[in-house]
């Protein structure tokens, strides 16, 4: 299992949720309060204009209507000017233009008009009835200049040709509404802030959740049924987190089921085995008697005597290597290691058997390594055997040392000059009853009889036991060789062994005398 | 003719024993249940055997009791296990209880009497008379008559423990592999069980070193094997 790095505990930087919930909640904070400020600045904006403007108005009528009573038509320049004099102290000292016909009078003679109260205006004012304003920009300032003609004020209400002009300042205003999108844009900072603090938040509400079941998950996947997250709240989560527990709760039920009724299989076989052990104990001696008296029965009864002794010997191995595969697979096997010499050992084995004269030998001398010489016997008889009875002689058995990337080897190969093993069958002749096909037929029986059909897998777990291993495969010239590796331990580092078992005598001696 | 008693409590398999052993030449006594070789042992016949195989599956009292049983009445009976099981656990147990060998079943008639003719082998005098050196402790080693005394007092020990201590013995100072002795002592033509000879020397130091924990006499040499003294 590996960790993907999305998941490490810093969750993702780029793309992660916590990311993406952040962006998010900033850039709906952003659109509302950028939306309800520009809406709430043209209102406000508009409000405040419109409220300027009809004062402006108003102010200017009332005052022209006031001043223009006893104002007499035509004017003359003096007259003008004084009326646009009292009509501008009447309204706060506001700029007031008066014209009549060709006359202009402004009520401060210093200010410059012309570019705030624009033709169009006039134009305006003079076609039209009514007050007209027109908002300015003057120098980088606002304005708004309202102009209006005066009427007669009896019945029909004549144009006298008289046209008033005001010109108000309009900064304060501005400054208003601007001050507005000021206080707006300070304060959009903490609203932005704000929005990123509630998002992360929101994401630690859902990524705790998430990386709690993450975690749940990865252990679940590395082979503990047990793990469980904690459940908390209703909300669709809380549902992922349940239907999980549930899912793990159903997958280590069958888990525990299959194991149980593994283990019953096992039991069952390592039950049989032992059952079978009595029988065969009470047969193997009987059998022992109708051997020695083969060579007095009729010929038919001695071969019958004698097949019934060969057979009962291959039930007997078959029986022990059953009995011997149900204890790797249950796990009751440990390992008797002792420093040995393993050419010794190899030639003991060899001598055992009486294969001395069968196989060829290139032993290493001096290989010494903590083994499990019982072991290492049921290895090269397995080894050695199969090549016997499958493959073809010479068979060769040859002792040496590698040094790999992980330690010392002591290396074992068993080589013959047989067909060989059939292709992809390298995996499968450690299978058990693995039987191959014509190619490495079974040959007459030898001493050590037929095999189980167990031998190599036995032999293959023996090397387990060691941290060793079994390959097969094809020699140069054909024929299967079969290679041993073991660790090349020479030193008690492992475990305790039988050694210390009996005595706890301590000295060492780093060699024999 | 050897006097062997057989301790199995399936009746096809002792018939079978006693059938092949009796063809044989061997006088066969036997016993379904410990309890009942017990009573044998004590019996007035029982003083004529010379060896026992044991199963260590009994009903009643088990074989590893009987063995630990055999052993208090007399140190020099050579016990045989038969363990139906070849698990590590019974015969570690097994050795400890006493027992000087153990075979597996099913065991092949020849195997069973080459270890029974090995065990007896063992109980027979052997090797050139020679002494122990100078010791403090007052080991004495008779390889005539076979008697191991400690400072004047009589070890009794069983046949196996004896000819362990003559071999290693008889050649102070010289470091035997659990191999070699296994071939020595035993008389094991096949690849025995190195245990089998760690179990005797826990036996042999038990009667023979004042702190078997630090022994003088059969000392371990990590790796290689055991040797006697140098004392």
Sequence with gaps: ?513 | MPHVLLIEDDASVRDGMELVLRRHGYDVDTAATGEQALSLLDGPGGARVELAVLDLMLPGIDGFEVCRRIRARTATLPVIMLTARGDDRDIVTGLEAGADDYVVKPVTAPVLEARIRAALRRAEPSGPVRGTGPDPAGLVIDRAGLTVTKRGVQVALPPTELRLLLELSASPGRVFSREQLLASVWDHTFLGDSRIVDAAVGRLRAKLEDVPAKPRYVQTVRGFGYRFGPL
Excluded: C
Aim: charged fraction near 30%; glycine fraction near 8%.
């Design chain 1, 1 to 513: 299992m590996s960790r993907r790095s999305g998941w490490s505990r810093g969750g993702r930087l780029v793309g992660g949720l916590r990311t993406r919930l952040v962006v998010a909640f900033v850039v709906v904070a952003l659109l509302s309060a950028v939306t309800s400020t520009a809406l709430a600045y043209r209102d406000a904006r508009t409000a405040v204009l419109q409220r300027t403007q009809n004062a402006a108005v108003n102010d200017l009528r009332e005052r022209v209507t006031a001043v223009a009573a006893d104002f007499d038509v035509p004017p003359d320049q003096r007259a003008l000017s004084r009326f646009a004099s009292k009509v501008s102290d009447g309204i706060g000292g506001r700029i007031v233009v008066a014209r009549y016909q060709d006359l202009v009078a402004v009520s401060d003679s210093l200010a410059d008009t012309e570019a705030r109260i624009t033709t169009g205006l006039r134009a305006a004012v003079r076609t039209g009835s009514g007050a007209r304003f027109q908002r300015v920009t003057w120098r980088g300032e606002p304005y708004l200049a309202v102009g209006m003609p005066v009427t007669y004020a009896d019945g029909d209400r004549r144009a006298s040709g008289l046209e008033v002009f005001s010109i108000t300042d309009l900064r304060a205003e501005r400054d208003d509404t601007a001050a507005l999108l000021d206080s707006v844009r300070s304060g959009v900072v903490p609203v932005v802030l704000l929005a990123a603090v509630l998002a992360l938040l929101a994401a630690r509400t859902v990524l705790r959740p998430v990386r709690e079941l993450g975690r749940a998950t990865r252990e679940l996947a590395a082979g503990d049924l047990g793990s469980r997250v904690a459940v908390t709240g209703h909300d669709e989560l809380a549902d992922l987190a349940r239907t999980f527990n549930d899912t793990a709760d159903a997958l280590q039920a069958s888990d525990a089921e299959l194991r149980e009724q593994e283990a019953k299989a096992r039991r069952f076989v390592a039950d049989v085995s032992h059952e079978l052990r009595t029988p065969l104990a009470a047969m193997t001696m009987v059998a022992t008697v109708l051997d020695e008296d083969a060579d007095q029965l009729p010929p038919d009864a001695a071969r019958a005597a004698r097949t019934v002794g060969a057979e009962t010997a291959r039930l007997s191995r078959l029986v022990e290597d059953l009995m011997e595969i149900s204890r790797f697979d249950a796990g009751a096997v440990r390992l008797n290691a002792a420093e040995t010499d393993l050419a010794e050992a190899v030639r003991a084995s060899l001598a055992l058997r009486g294969w001395t004269d069968r196989v060829r030998t290139d032993l290493a001398e001096g290989v010494r390594a903590r083994v499990d010489r019982r072991r290492v016997d049921v290895i090269v008889a397995n080894l050695v055997g199969n090549a016997l009875r499958h493959g073809a002689p010479p068979v060769t058995v040859t002792l040496g040392t590698t040094v790999t990337e992980d330690g010392e080897w002591v290396t074992l190969e068993v080589a013959d000059h047989g067909p060989g093993l059939p292709p992809g069958a390298g995996e499968r002749v450690f299978d058990r009853f693995y039987k191959a096909d014509a190619a490495r037929t079974r040959g007459a029986a030898d001493d050590s009889g037929q095999g189980s059909g167990l031998g190599t897998a036995i032999a293959l777990e023996n090397a387990r036991l060691h941290g060793g291993t079994i390959d097969a495969g094809s020699g140069p010239e054909g024929g299967a060789v079969f290679t041993l590796r073991l660790p090349l331990r020479r030193t008690d580092d492992e475990r305790r062994t039988d050694d210390d078992l009996w005595s706890d005598d301590r000295s060492t001696r780093e060699d024999a005398e």
